[in-house]
């Protein structure tokens, strides 16, 4: 992949060797530091009725680079939902999802299945911000 990330939530390799595994998460230091992204993140787990927070990143995505086709495997894709809200993108950034090609705008919040294949091209003029989050929903 050709982006940076900023790790909101995830697991630890203590909490995975403690025997918690992947399902346990913990707030990293940005989780404080970005008021603004906890109140989009629990305003989100409001609307979807979510019972468990799991991994949350910011991921930056310059102009003319792209996050490479791939599949996050592992039990995590069928424990949790994905959600990705668009924070900034513009006009040109194609997001690919098995067989479906959308151009998400600024403010747009899709879910998508993780567990095939995906994959971003940025063909803006501008970074793409967005933020991930998984969600493990009540029902």
Avoid at 12 to 21: C, D, F, M, Q, V
Avoid at 103 to 113: A, L, N, R, S, V
Wanted: glycine share 8%.
């Amino acid at each position: 992949s050709e982006c940076d990330d900023i790790w909101i939530r995830f697991p630890t390799e203590e909490g995975i060797k403690r025997g918690l595994g992947e399902f346990e998460c913990v707030n990293y230091p940005a989780m404080s530091e970005l008021p603004q992204v906890r109140s989009i993140i629990f305003a989100l787990m409001r609307q979807v009725e979510g019972e468990r927070l799991g991994p949350v990143m910011i991921t930056r995505l310059a102009p003319g680079k792209r996050i490479y086709p791939h599949d996050d495997g592992g039990a995590h894709t069928s424990y949790y939902k994905r959600y990705q809200i668009a924070l900034h993108s513009e006009p040109g950034v194609l997001f690919r999802a098995g067989d479906e090609t959308v151009t998400m705008k600024t403010g747009d919040i899709w879910w998508f299945d993780n567990s095939i294949e995906h994959e971003v091209f940025n063909g803006s003029p501008d970074d793409r911000l967005a933020l991930i989050v998984d969600i493990r929903p009540c029902i």
